[in-house]
Structure formats: structure tokens, C-alpha cells
């Protein structure tokens, strides 16, 4: 598909834009994750869990850009219908991954780092979360390409 096709197909622009969105969100939890936490549990749970609010904003409004009607998998359908089973395999990931993102908000605003959920365990806790929506990012990307030769992309 001609880039000025793309540009003339409002659900493909917009899941762009939104994949785009994701992405920073992942980098900036792995980033906060990845930082220094030893001694200073209570703020590095702070930056987590600000940082966790993000990425929950940017998985509500990738689902909201995929699911909608009009949305990209209705547009996939439409061009490419055979892909209906990787569609509703990517759609039936989404409450799964808002949820855990949620549960991982909570998780953190009710169990101080150290006792009962030590540093390691919720960096890897964390990180298990982050793998889960790249594979989904990657699906996604592969289920595009696939509907339409095309990188949808995702980062400058």
C-alpha cells in the first residue's frame, strides 16, 4: 500500500499514531523499572506506578483504535477476511492486558517493596507485564503487514 493511500485511510493512520504512543509508554515503564531503587522503594514505586498509569491510558486507546467500528480490525476484515482468527486471537489479549496492567497499579499502591514483594520479584513482575504487550505489539505489526505489505512502524 502507497504511503498516500495510508494517508487517506483513517484506521490505519490512527493505529500508527497510537502504536507510536504504546511504545514510548513501554520504553518509559522500562526505563523507571531499570532505575536505581535500592534505599529509595517508597519514591521508585511512585515513578513505577506513575509510569504504569501511562500505559494503561496508551493499551485503552489502542484497544479503543483497533476495536471500534471502523477501527483497524474491522478494517483488516473488510481487506484481508482470512485473517479473522489472528484478529480475534490480538482482540481476546485486551482485557487481559488492561487487567494486568491495573492489578499491577494495585499491587503496587497496597505492598510496600521489600517484605512480602521484594525489588527483584517486582522488577521481573514487571518486566513479565511489559513482554506480554510487546509480543501483542508484535503481533499486531505482523497482522498488518500481512493485510497490507506494510510497517505500520511505531517509533521516530
Known amino acids: 500500500m502507497p504511503e498516500d493511500e495510508l494517508a487517506v485511510n483513517p484506521a490505519l493512520e490512527e493505529a500508527r499514531r497510537r502504536r507510536a504512543d504504546l511504545h514510548a509508554a513501554l520504553i518509559t515503564v522500562e526505563k523507571v523499572i531499570s532505575g536505581p531503587a535500592f534505599g529509595r522503594e517508597n519514591d521508585w514505586s511512585k515513578e513505577v506506578l506513575l509510569s504504569l498509569e501511562n500505559l494503561g491510558r496508551a493499551i485503552d486507546e489502542h484497544i479503543e483504535v483497533t476495536e471500534r467500528a471502523s477501527g483497524l480490525y474491522e478494517e483488516v476484515t473488510r481487506r484481508a477476511p482470512h485473517l479473522s482468527s489472528k484478529i480475534e486471537r490480538l482482540a481476546e489479549e485486551h482485557p487481559a492486558m488492561r487487567d494486568e ?20 520479584q517486582a522488577r521481573n513482575d514487571l518486566q513479565r507485564l511489559l513482554g506480554k504487550v510487546v509480543k501483542h505489539r508484535q503481533l499486531g505489526a505482523d497482522l498488518v503487514w500481512e493485510a497490507y505489505n506494510l510497517d505500520i512502524g511505531g517509533i521516530e
Open 101 to 120: 496492567t491495573a492489578a499491577m497499579r494495585e499491587r503496587l499502591r497496597a505492598t510496600p517493596i521489600g517484605g512480602a514483594w521484594p525489588l527483584e
